[in-house]
């Protein structure tokens, strides 16, 4: 039986430099005749830019999105002793950050609507610590596939507890909780940058934020070897830099976010539209958010049969993510669970289906996705 052929993959990061080619190149081309080629200007400027678009005091590039979670682990002191609360449906990566600095995760369930962390289990386990745990220290909602977290309740529970709050928005960048941009709302917040990201580098990138000079001077240091002078290390430290190429490829892609995330927005209209009157829910939007929609997912009880259905109709999709971390043989039967057990998460690890969303779709390559999806709803 033939396979029959993608046209329409689930992404595509090709199309995003082949977009932008001419001003990418130009930018290349800039630091390779510079011979500065790490911790430069292009660095420096892509960390005032992005803090400026951010609205907040400092931004710091580093190797990449797990990187940052740690770098600001690490700054705010977090570490052995001490436990760290998130989500077990994510990324594997935020988990790593936790164990990299020598922390103990404690994974929460999910809002089976967002699956964003649940709140009321986070202010449960803040009241009531599950017992054999370090002290909670801090608590990292990540904002997933591009949908705020309910952050409000986390964040007045946290200070209460005296309990940092670090922003995981490595698929976030531009979604708007309550009018303001995500990772404005704890001490400090974490991006990937990796290729296929809402604001992407053409390799592994990342950058974190904060409205504290204290913190950022400390992570700054951190990040190459403990350094305040050059070879004289101050505290342990570790090499996480982010290089001059990557910084300028950013530079050219971050004036271009807003319109880039308005074409997501406006792909999943198109596929809300299309999945009106079916059996296939549309994602979920909480009032008083903007999704960037990173991902696009729906759920089906029969993922694997949806899956083959598109790809029959030349449509590529992906399952972000086919098990949650604690199921994961690295981790399984070794990391704490909160009250509910993850049964939502569980659930959506078995059901979660991501279809192509990127804003280089071409009018043609929605309407075939759409197309697809009126007739899920026949």
């Keep these: 039986m033939d396979v029959p052929s993608i046209t329409v993959p689930q992404a595509d990061p090709g199309a995003a430099y082949r977009a932008q080619q001419d001003a990418i190149d130009a930018a290349v081309g800039r630091v390779l005749a510079s011979g500065w080629y790490i911790l430069g200007g292009e660095g420096a400027a892509f960390e005032r830019e992005y803090a400026a678009w951010m609205e907040q005091k400092r931004a710091i590039g580093c190797a990449n999105g797990t990187d940052a979670l740690m770098l600001i682990l690490r700054g705010l002191g977090i570490g052995p002793g001490m436990t760290v609360a998130t989500v077990s449906h994510t990324a594997v990566a935020t988990v790593a950050a936790i164990e990299m600095v020598g922390a103990t995760p404690l994974l929460l369930d999910i809002d089976p609507d967002t699956y964003t962390m649940d709140p009321d289990e986070l202010v449960a386990v803040l009241e009531d610590p599950p017992p054999g745990l370090p ?4 608590v990292i909602p990540v904002h997933l596939y591009g949908h705020p977290c309910d952050l409000r309740p986390m964040v007045v529970a946290c200070r209460a507890a005296g309990v940092a709050v670090i922003e995981d928005c490595a698929q976030a960048h531009g979604a708007l909780l309550e009018g303001g941009r995500v990772g404005r709302f704890g001490d400090a917040a974490a991006f990937s940058l990796y290729p296929t990201k809402n604001l992407g580098a053409l390799g592994d990138a990342g950058v974190l934020t904060t409205d504290d000079e204290a913190l950022a001077e400390r992570i700054a240091a951190i990040r190459q070897y403990g350094w305040k002078q050059r070879y004289l290390s101050d505290t342990v430290g570790v090499n996480s830099r982010l290089d001059e190429m990557q910084a300028a490829i950013l530079r050219v892609r971050l004036p271009l976010l807003e ?12 596929y809300d539209a299309a999945l009106a009157g079916g ?5 979920s939007c909480r009032p008083g958010v903007e999704h960037v929609y990173h ?22 999709t992906a399952v972000h993510y086919p098990a949650a971390v604690h199921q994961q043989l690295a981790y399984f039967g070794r990391i704490a669970l909160g009250p509910a057990a993850c049964a939502e998460t569980e659930l959506a690890a078995r059901e979660v289906l991501s279809l192509p969303i990127y804003p280089e779709l071409t009018d043609e390559q929605v309407e075939t996705v759409c197309a697809a999806l009126r007739a899920e709803a026949r």
């Design 135 to 138: 002290p909670i220290r801090a």
């Design 259 to 270: 319109a880039a995330n308005a074409r997501r927005r406006a792909i999943a209209a198109a």
């Design 279 to 283: 059996p296939i829910a549309a994602p």
């Design 295 to 316: 991902q696009y997912v729906v759920r089906s009880p029969d993922r694997e049969a949806l899956a083959a259905r598109l790809r029959a109709r030349g449509i590529a």
